[in-house]
């Protein structure tokens, strides 16, 4: 009986040893590591509203790490207008090549802070002080700072990495209604018109719905300490105002967390599609302020605290496509227009829209040159590369990137078709396209669809792109 006993005893033994070396002991150990850089630039750098007179807080670019065995993957939020293809891609050539964390394993988002620095040509355009200027040598600046930008990205990212441990994800999703509207509106004569004004009685009603979902997923050490957690939300993060640097309303989800948990907790922002939602009540003359929006969502984290559920069975996977999304199509001669010092109302137009179109015509141009594919026939479109990245934590957990500012309607499709309990679609990831609206909204027209870059139907590939990824993951 004891020979028996010891023999069984022995193979036991053997048996927990080869699985906590290859079996589901270690595939379930989740490494995880955060980490903040701090990416503002100096006061007198352009500022998407002209010169910058100050910081109000910090500017970061923000990495949540993770590794499970040999899969690695890197979330990064960054509080900027917008990441451009060329710093996101130089960027993940290098985390690639020094950190060994495969390129499409590299999230590079922005929260569309509307208090960060004009970098990139597409941001100086829309800075009136350098639009009436022009001032050359701000625009090389631009490029000495988006150097300097990506090795901060890539300082988060390593240091992530190098401080990654044993921890496990507490998450929960929180219905919050009351910090976002959807800015579209049904007007009294039938058009759309977006941010039509507080209390006008024009406006009927919205176009559209809203995505109330606070997604809440922190990250927890073996030791108990908190590292973090990525909070994702949809709402435009231009709440702020004025002239000073800012990370607009997550900068106080951070700053409330900060003295609540320690100053040691990171708080990364994944913006979520938003990219016609904002925080503007038209119905009410008191509006919300990025202080009562980031310390709402911060509380919302507070309470929930002990709500979170404790993740299990983690299975990290990456998948990613690129989708050959239609580019709006220009003529020569709307080009040599657009290029004029003060090019006349050609369309009959606002003053706002005779501003941005001739904006939007030059910026097409700049993507024909750089990022965009030609057609391969006269009758042809331009197509434009864009990468949809899908993270699975667990089975029940998924995050989504997409690029540009993408309507609320194409987010919620995309959780609608999701086989996960939970998705997290984090917008703006990679590359700038500016807005991403539904082909009913480019059926309506209205300031998005003028100032998107993609022709109707971009984003719906994107959606399709999403949804089949999300099942393919789930499944393999
Ligand atoms: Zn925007």
Redesign the pocket.
Known sequence: MRIYCNFFKFIFRAMALLLAVNGPLSAQELIAGMSEENITPPVGFPHYRGISTGVHDSLYAKTLYLRQGQTEMAVVSCDLLWISREVSTRTRLKIASELGIPFAHVLISGT?S?TSPAYDEDILELNEHIRKETPSTEITNGVEYQDWLCERIFLSVRKAQESSKESVLLRNSVNVDSLSYNRRFIMADGRVKTNPGILNPEAIRTEGPIDPEFNILVVKQESGDLSGGLFNFSN?C?TKGGTEFSADFPAFISQVLKDKLGNEFISLYGQGAC?NLNHVNVRKKEQLTSESIGVDLASNVLTNMPNLENLAGYSLKVESEIVYAPLQHFTEEELQWANQMHPSDLYGESEFFQLRRPMKIRSLARIRNNEAIPPTVPSGKWTLPLEVQVFQVNSDVAIVGLPG?VFVELGLAIKKGSPFKNTLIIELTNSHIA?VPTRDAFDRGGYETINSRLAPGGGEMMVESAIRLLKEIRKN
Request: glycine share 14%; no cysteine.
């Open positions: 569309h509307h435009h231009d990219g500012e807005y």
